[in-house]
């Protein structure tokens, strides 16, 4: 069993940075991907950004790359989403997931958190 407790959202401005933080526990975190999701009111949920457990690899969406940047801390069982240069359109709720990172990718996670709001006014 993995839980997943998101943190580090709240309201900025456009061209703002936020750094989002996913606390896991359990004793196989370090042996899943980690990555994050969002969704928007009245939208579909939509993979961002993830991170392979055993390559370190990471995938980003083409609307946050070269923007955000995912990143883990196994000594803190901590995941990390960097946001940098904030557009409002990037407003959603942010969820953190664990999985295979082929299922990751497919949208598909083993584990999922409750979440944390982003809001970017422009």
């Known amino acids: 069993q993995v839980q997943l407790v998101e943190s580090g959202g709240g309201l900025v401005q456009a061209g703002d940075s936020l750094r989002l933080s996913c606390a896991a526990s359990?004793?196989?975190?370090?042996?899943?991907?980690m990555g994050w999701f969002r969704q928007a009111p009245g939208k579909d949920r939509e993979f961002v950004a993830a991170?392979?457990?055993?390559?370190?690899?990471?995938y980003a969406a083409d609307s946050v790359k070269g923007r955000f940047t995912v990143s883990r801390d196994n000594a803190k069982n901590t995941v990390y989403l960097q946001m940098n240069s904030l557009k409002p359109e990037d407003t959603a709720v942010y969820y953190c997931?664990?999985?295979?990172?082929?299922?990751?990718?497919?949208?598909?996670?083993?584990?999922w958190g409750q979440g944390t709001q982003v809001t970017v006014s422009s």
């Open positions: 997931a664990a999985g295979g990172i082929s299922r990751l990718l497919k949208g598909e996670y083993d584990y």
């Open positions: 359990g004793r196989t975190f370090n042996s899943y991907s």
């Open positions: 991170r392979g457990w055993s390559t370190g690899n990471t």
